[in-house]
């Protein structure tokens, strides 16, 4: 049974979802909306709302993408936004959440659903998880309650922006360590609202990302000035963020590191500070060995997740505010992206 009331657009980027085996190895497979078409009419389930299918034309396995990639998924919702109800993004559970938090910050104070989803077991497998996946994500944007970017994977709605991918092969494979669900098939819809986004206004802008404006270097044990060094004498890249231990620990004995961090700084690279862990944030003034970072104008990237603050900071710099206007912007929640 079809609900006919809600008009949706499922946009397919690539992914398992729509592969096949190759014999060495899943491959996108040929006409894959002819046949999630058929394997949603035969697959008997209520109320789903009359969906179009579109493919993007050049289809990828997400382990391949790169941050053009969000200008073109966004420059096709943008094309279509006021066709539809809202839209089901298909897409690689790799990257689905550097992804999910781009869509957030090129559609802020969005009104309609924008839900990523994708399965990580082929649909053209008997025991795929994509019709459950999909089915849902139809039902959230239905709905029309989560008017946001998410992620709807294994019975949960997730603040895009707050997704991570958590386990490589299991089904309830993305989780938002520190947000609660917006929404799981099971728990009432009501509690979940204290979770949606404040009012904001409305900003679409689609701008044309440069791969290589963001690095992202994990601090570890043992990590060596030289390291760094060379990283930064090369200039192709605007901003860094650092993937640091616990509340945002640096070493501070080998001082050549801090000071190649300053180096940075002054010559206006803007360094983020995002930390390892999977719960909690970043606040740099708790050990000497973080409030360092504070002193050399080290932005702390709160408890975003690296994909947020990678995607956040493509966003900023390819909107080309200024690195202060950036390190500022960082700071301020677009999208619900980070705890105040
Ligand atoms: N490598 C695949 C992709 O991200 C994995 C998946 O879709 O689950 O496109």
Redesign the pocket.
């Given at each position: 049974m079809t609900d006919s009331q809600h008009k949706v657009l499922i946009l397919y980027t690539?992914?398992?979802?729509g592969?096949k085996d190759s014999g060495e190895g899943?491959v996108p497979m040929d006409n894959f909306g002819d046949f999630f078409k058929r394997k949603i009419d035969e697959s008997d389930r209520l109320s789903i709302p009359s969906f179009e299918f579109k493919s993007l034309d050049s289809l990828?396995?997400?382990?391949?993408?790169v941050p053009m990639n969000w200008t073109f998924i966004g420059q096709r919702l943008l094309k279509l936004w006021d066709d539809y109800d809202g839209f089901v993004v298909l897409?690689?559970?790799?990257?689905?959440a550097y992804t999910a938090s781009a869509l957030s910050f090129m559609f802020q104070g969005l009104n309609k659903p924008v839900v990523l989803t994708?399965?990580?077991i082929p649909l053209c497998k008997n025991e795929s998880d994509a019709l459950d996946n999909v089915v849902h994500a139809l039902q959230v944007v239905a709905e029309q309650k989560i008017n946001e970017v998410s992620i709807c994977f294994d019975g949960k709605v997730l603040r895009g922006n707050r997704s991570t991918k958590v386990k490589s092969a299991a089904l309830d494979?993305f989780n938002s360590p520190n947000l609660p669900w917006l929404n799981a098939k099971d728990i009432d819809t009501e509690t979940a609202d204290i979770f949606l986004l404040p009012n904001v206004t409305r900003q679409f802008l689609v701008p044309e990302f440069d791969c290589n404006a963001v690095l992202v270097l994990q601090i570890y044990p043992g990590i060596s000035a030289q390291a760094f060094e060379g990283i930064f004498s090369s200039n192709s890249f605007k901003a860094i963020i650092i993937q640091t231990y616990g509340m945002g620990n640096t070493p501070n004995i080998d001082s050549s590191l801090l000071r190649i961090l300053k180096r940075a700084a002054e010559a206006g690279i803007i360094v983020v500070n995002i930390t390892q862990c999977m719960v909690g944030g970043v606040n740099q003034s708790t050990y000497s060995t973080g409030s360092h970072m504070q002193d050399l104008g080290v932005v702390s990237g709160g408890d975003m997740t690296l994909e947020a603050a990678f995607a956040k900071l493509h966003y900023l710099i390819a909107c080309q505010y200024t690195s202060s206007q950036v390190k500022q912007k960082m700071l301020t929640a677009f999208a619900g992206e980070i705890s105040p």
């Open positions: 690539g992914g398992t979802i592969m899943f990828i396995d997400s382990a391949n993408l897409h690689g559970t790799d990257t689905m994708g399965s990580q494979a």
